[in-house]
């Protein structure tokens, strides 16, 4: 579902520190060679407070390479740490790949706003995806950024997606739902467009669990997701 035309693709996420909104800025693809240009929602985001980033100081250039650009295999922990085979294990690689270690890890980091995900193409045919809950420290009653106290969430719980007509924010809002029916966040908008349009045509069953909790974490990483669509 992130392959197209041959290639694979990885979106590149960037949360604006005012409004917390997050924005896809660029396009990572792979086929042999690396390619990276910005992407459809860069004007929004230099609204916000984007600055280029320094490896890619054009917005309207293709940027390719034989290898991983730097800027992004920076973010990943080195091939050489000891640890190594506990970090493959947890994101259930065989072995060590830049590029999909980039993919299943998303490549976070503390010091800033960026992250990448996996998109999905075709929301047609059965898929499975992974994510952090939008909307957590809201919803969750989060204190700042302590989730210590929150709203109790257990592992495995499943979880119940509403469209939300009325949202002023956002036309494709997907709502989150507890087995208590409270309103508990939203499901990223890098998926909600085609999430909303599945929910309004009712042909596909769709599921939705508590895949990690982690109140030690901020509150934009408390509560991990598990989206099926069969």
Known sequence: MSNKDGRDYLYLIWKSEKERKQFIVGVLSRNGQYEFKYYDDIKDAKNEGFKPLVEFPDLNKLYTSESLFSTFASRLPDKRRRDMSKILKKYELKE????????????????????????????????????????????????????SKSVNIDVDEELYLKKELENKHDPYAVAVYNKTQSLIGYVPRYYSEGLFELLQKNEKEIHCYVKLVNKNNNCSECLKLYLEVE
């Open 96 to 147: 060590f790949n830049q590029y999909e270690l980039l993919k299943k890890s998303g490549a976070r980091l503390p010091i800033d706003n960026y992250e990448f995900i996996n998109p999905v193409f075709d929301y047609d045919v059965p898929f499975g995806r992974t994510f952090y809950l939008a909307g957590a420290r809201y919803y969750l009653c989060c204190d700042g950024s302590d989730c």
